[in-house]
């Protein structure tokens, strides 16, 4: 409609112009029509400008809009995933078992072990020594628990991913952070899961002993992040 108008505009004026021009707007010779389409050629190349604008334009809104719903529905997907997710993590939780004991009760047990150690090779010894006892269902349970974080990491911006680690660190003991972050410095949670520790504040509800033993092992892979509050998540 917009470019119609244009062109209704343009004709009114150019056929003012060469009128005014010639003198009488009923006298019109050969000339005066060429001047005339010579007019619209112009005009022609204007519009077919605009519409290949135009056209641009809509291809490029309707693109932005597929790439919103695109990211709506695989956001919508990964929180179902994140959700089904939890539900394993509980039941491999219960599999866990160490001394006799399974479930939180042997994570219970495994940080009285390790926390009356030194924390460096002591610490690395007594468990590894854990882990081997606990025949494995504690490695799975770590695998679980990596896959749900690197779901979240790679599915939502940082600061949308943080409100559902919240949701997952609710939901976890906090002899089970003793355990992941043990696992992050000397098992197999090395390097993956001690950035995602440190990148998403995993052991700020970790409690004080815990903390404080934590932050002694020697080196600098529990950055300080990982144990304060969060900042820069709105």
């Known amino acids: 409609l917009v470019l119609l108008l244009i062109y209704g505009f343009w004709a009114v004026a150019v056929f003012t ?26 005009l022609n190349a204007l519009m077919v400008s605009l519409a290949a604008t135009f056209t641009w334009q809509t291809l490029r809104d309707e ?29 491999v939780l219960d599999d866990v078992t160490y ?11 495994m940080r009285a072990r390790l926390i009356v150690q030194a924390p460096g090779s002591d610490l690395r010894l007594a468990y590894a ?4 006892s606990a025949g494995g269902t504690l490695e799975h349970y ?18 949308d991913a ?15 952070q003793f ?12 390097p993956k899961m001690l950035d995602h520790i440190n990148n998403f ?8 002993p815990g903390k404080i033993f934590l932050r002694s092992i020697p080196g600098e892979d529990l950055k300080e992040a990982a144990f304060t509050s969060p900042t820069g998540f709105s």
């Open 162 to 176: 943080y409100e559902y680690i919240r949701i997952l660190r609710s939901q976890i003991s906090g002899p089970e």
């Open 63 to 91: 693109r932005q809009r597929n790439d919103k719903l695109q990211k709506r529905d695989l956001e919508q997907q990964a929180e179902l995933t994140f959700f089904r997710m939890l539900e394993m993590r509980r039941a």
């Open 179 to 190: 355990l992941i972050a043990v696992n992050a410095v000397h098992g197999r949670g090395k």
């Open 99 to 109: 001394d006799g004991v399974r479930g939180i009760s042997a994570f219970k047990e």
């Open 129 to 132: 020594d854990c882990e081997s």
């Open 201 to 208: 504040s995993f052991l700020h509800t970790l409690d004080t």
């Open 17 to 42: 112009q060469i009128s005014l021009e010639e003198g009488v707007v009923s006298n019109w010779g050969a000339t005066t029509l060429g001047q005339f389409g010579d007019a619209f050629g112009g």
């Open 142 to 159: 770590f695998r679980i628990t990596y896959h749900i974080v690197r779901l979240l990491n790679s599915s939502f911006a940082k600061a």
